[in-house]
């Protein structure tokens, strides 16, 4: 009988400029890792990491919590996390623990849960850091490459991206509030404008063509948000400077990555993307803040090890 359960998520950058909410890719950048065990009477977490233990708290601890009490398991649990994502920097972090909890729940369960639920469990995550649940960054840490999540009805549409698409994410090294998305998202509009609207929208589905026929540049061309990254832009110190010097050194887009402060460019194998994460870290360091650069490409979703 098996007793314990490893799973490795990826992290993920959400939104992708105009599909705030409903796009993300899977980054093999960074990952962590759930192990799950059958052990004692209680539910608790063990990590060498400064994240929180208590199960409210914590992603996965939220995710594990309300699993076990679905499907009326009887036995401990011990959630061993391994933190490989930095956390609260737009990069997923607390989606890639959820990612990994609902998947080892499952394994260790033998759910056979399609994707949609473990996305939907892995949601329930989301609440210990956001405060209200988007299916984004775990949806792309679940399933990988590029996903649209689509709420009403609920539904998560997996694109397979395009091999020769290259992305460079710096990660400043600046304090981030504990509730960081919580904090980003009451900056945004309570209303936008219908032409504001049309634009986005216009974009996020020329995106989706792009990554539908593979085509790199459709989906650089399509990367311009005028609704969130507006709004959110004063929160990350040299935000213009990082975006300039990266478009300078070739890449095709620029924008937020989630909720932030990490930024992401999107880019080619036919481009430098190394010049282009020296220009983002140059930028970053004209606003006399220092920042964490990685070259990556898109990944495949959480993975029992
Ligand atoms: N779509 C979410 C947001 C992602 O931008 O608030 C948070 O990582």
Do not use: W
Not at 98 to 114: E, G
Not at 171 to 177: D, G, R, Y
């Amino acid at each position: 009988m098996v007793e314990s359960v490893t799973v490795r998520a990826p992290c993920s950058t959400a939104n992708l400029g105009p599909g705030f909410d409903v796009f993300g890719l899977a980054l093999d950048a960074y990952y962590d890792q759930v192990q799950l065990k059958k052990e004692g009477k209680e539910i608790r977490i063990q990590s060498m990491d400064s994240i929180p233990t208590e199960l409210e708290k914590n992603s996965a601890g939220l995710v594990i919590k309300e699993m076990a009490r679905k499907f009326k398991i009887k036995s401990g649990l011990v959630i061993k996390i391994k933190k490989g994502v930095p956390p609260g920097f737009g990069m997923g972090s607390s989606a890639a623990s959820a990612a990994a909890a609902a998947v080892a729940f499952d394994a260790l369960f033998k759910l056979k849960l399609d994707g949609n639920s473990l996305v939907q469990y892995a949601g329930i995550g989301e609440r210990a850091s956001a405060g209200s649940v988007h299916y984004d960054n775990v949806a792309a840490s679940v399933l990988g490459g590029f996903v649209i999540v689509r709420t009403a009805p609920f539904d998560v549409i997996r694109i397979s991206p395009p091999k020769d698409l290259v992305l460079c994410v710096a990660v400043p090294k600046i304090p981030v509030p504990q509730k960081k998305t919580e904090v980003s998202r009451k900056v945004l509009p309570k209303q936008v404008k219908l032409s504001d609207h049309i634009k986005n929208l216009s974009n996020a589905s020329a995106l989706t063509a792009g990554f539908m026929k593979k085509d790199v540049f459709l989906i650089g061309s399509s990367i311009n948000d005028i609704i969130v990254e507006p709004a959110r832009k004063h929160l990350i110190p040299g935000f213009d400077k990082v975006k300039k010097n990266a478009l300078r050194a070739g890449a095709m887009a620029v924008t937020i990555s989630g909720a932030g402060p990490s930024m992401i460019a999107f880019t080619s194998t036919s481009s430098n993307p190394k010049r282009i994460s020296d220009s983002m870290k140059k930028g970053f360091s004209e606003a006399g803040i220092d920042c964490t650069v990685a070259i990556c490409r898109p990944s495949k979703g959480a993975t029992v090890i």
